[in-house]
């Protein structure tokens, strides 16, 4: 019996691939979307209830699944994702919730009985509100979401802060981000790419206060209308959005304290009325913190002959303000047309001042091992960050209907600078030698246009269509001049100086057809990029150029073997491409003998991505994937070209990854007020390639696990406990050791829910400090890294203004609307 259902279920599994033939068979192109669940809801004497909240729900447990608002008539449309049984419910201020007998999708649109809502008896005393809490994670068949927004963890964290925590998501030391240990990720704000990477990326989401987060979502093999960088996938930020009528606000206030303090306060304000929607809000961060970096190096010989050793301890502090802001407004030209603009900026300031000890020891004259060198160098840097970014909009449906043809259309423009002054002062104890003075003035410009065209629309057959095209100009400017002042002898260091110039124009288009059945959804993408690259640095009058075309195709399959029982494979081609920061060969140095630098010899990385899913009872998920990326960007440490001692930190090509990995998700209800969400990501990277005279051959099995407890007690009250750990991995070089953290927030509801009250505490038993070791063939370096990571914050968030919403789709813009019809928002 067991074999024959065993058969059974590979069969109807095999029979979803054949879908993809049979859409390449149709004579015209089909794609769909779900089955639609169609209806009205009214009130008692008939009249239809405009912006009525109505939530699909899972039967099995009453799990929401998706939410919509009613429109001027009443009426409403719920896609349902899979085939099975759901519930329906319907809620409006002033009116008790009502659900709706249980509804079987069976594959085609349905419409059903009227939703008939009676007044609330207390409504005649005061106004009543209905809100839902959303969980803090959600897992679905090809994303992960976090619901930043009201979380008690969020409170007074930064953006960066909220991601460390993210379930499969890592940040090294180097503050590189990873999904599911792969590195090599597009990260969107609000639907626009940020081309930054490294440090200048951890560094802008360290100035974006979590307060101005909405969700993030984790997409590991993203369909063909994203953008194909973004070889591990994409990491998609939605800032909040107040959907209220009329004129109201948000007003926040927090304070951390770790070893110095953290200080946050914002404001939104948004005025809404039938055709005009006015928005803008504004957050001011003030942030303390150190950094403390311990190196211990060995430096050996081709044929390991141990040359010499050093330790070096740096202690950083930092002080970091920053300014962020956005302003637009939506109009509705038509019942159809919706224009809309908006500007947002984020300036942030951070000074530091670090101090450094250097101990060298080698062989001297008389064959001894012994110090040979000492000096102390301090580092006072001072950088700027002055960013602004404007986007224009427009989105036309085509037909009063829910499946009318929509075409949008978006243009963006952003520029982000750094300013960046240094003052390395070094003072040589042993050997003695006279004191030095490296003086660095750097300004980098790097400025982003892109204009963007998508249309949908449904065909026969229950298909749907989606194609666009993108073209995307990017242009950087590194200008850098380093002075060397030695006994009040100023002179030019020709070695650091330099000024480099990097322009890129990708021009794209997508075709993604999509065609759901009772049991099956298939989804067929394919993107086309050409890419145009241009670097110029003026040190050796270096130039690089590159033209290339490539095709990224996408498929994936979902197939619902039975209730319990769903399957879903994707298939993709992606790509990464360096960023300015990665190629800019320009220096920021730590101290003396250690910087960071980038490689504009750097060519792109291309990866094969297969995933398959298997999902139970529509809530439990397992998920093995396999990646085979070539010519690998990674990021390492080695000797620096110039020789001595002298150490540098940039990204190089390497040779390929084999990556396997298996993600297990399982979200448990233990009670009515306590919810738990579990996410275990186990992986095995096999690195293949050379560098610096070494052959690397490696591999390490590792994993990331995540938990997050949530707790209702009534009376307003909640609180959250994630815990997280990461076990020993390889990377390339490098082994990185076990670490994780643990952070626990509780928060009280006040005044009838219009203002929140919040506590926590991150990284409770201070387990997120780094320790890694990088091994060559010649070169040897173990690495410590430690930050103001436990911090206890107290915020407080006061909503004011009215409380009825208006339907989302009426404050949709151009680039959330990307992001929303691919169903992430």
Known sequence: MRHYVGRLLVKRFLASLFVLGWVASVPQVHAQTAPTLMGLVRDASGQPLEYATVTLHRAADSVAVKTEFCDAQGRFALPAALAGNYLISAALVGYNRVWSEPVTAIGQSQTLSPLVLQASAAATLHEVKVEA?????????????????????SAGATSLDVLGRAPGVTVDGADNLSLRGRQGLLVLIDGKRVPLSGTELADYLRALPAEQLASIELLSNPPAKFDAQGGAGIIAIRL????????????????????????????ALNHRRKNLNVFGNYTYTDRRNFLDLDFYRQFTSNDNAWLGSSEQFNRTTSHL???SWKAGLDYNLSDRTLLGVSVSGLLSEAPSFGDNQTFIYGETSDSRYRLTGQYRSTTDQMVQRP????????????ADSTNAPELTADLDVARYT??????????????DAPTSVLHGDQQNYVTIQSAKVDYSRLLPYRTRLETGAKVTYISSDNDAVFTNTVEEQTTLDTEKTNRFRYNENVNAAYISLQRATARTTTQLGLRAEQTNTLSRQSVGNERYEWHYFQLFPNLSVKRTLSEQHALALSLSRRLDRPSYGQLNPLRVYFDATSYQSGNPALRPQTSYDLELTHTFHEKYTSTLGYAR??????????????GGRTVVNQFTNLGKLHFFSLTLTAPVEISRSWTMYNNLVLFYGRYLGSLAGTALDRGRPAFTFNTNQSFSFGRGWSADVTGLYQSREVAAFEVVRRRGQVTAGVQKSLWDKQATLRLNVSDVFYTTPIRSTSTYDNFRETFYNRFDSRVATLAFTYRFGGSKVTAARKRTVGADAELRRTGGF
């Open 133 to 153: 809490r959303r969980p803090l994670y959600e897992r679905e068949a090809d994303r992960t979401i976090v619901n930043v927004e009201g979380s008690t963890l």
């Open 240 to 267: 909040k959005k107040d959907q209220r009528l009329g004129t109201n606000g948000t007003a926040n206030i927090s304070y951390g304290r770790g070893r110095y303090g953290k200080f946050t306060t914002g404001l």
């Open 321 to 323: 303000q920053s300014h």
């Open 387 to 398: 960013n602004l970014a404007g986007n224009l909009n427009l989105r036309h449906v085509f």
């Open 418 to 431: 750094t300013d960046r002054l240094l003052a390395l002062t070094t003072v040589y104890e042993l050997p």
């Open 629 to 642: 990326t070539s010519n690998l960007i990674q990021n390492v440490v080695q000797p620096a070209p110039e």
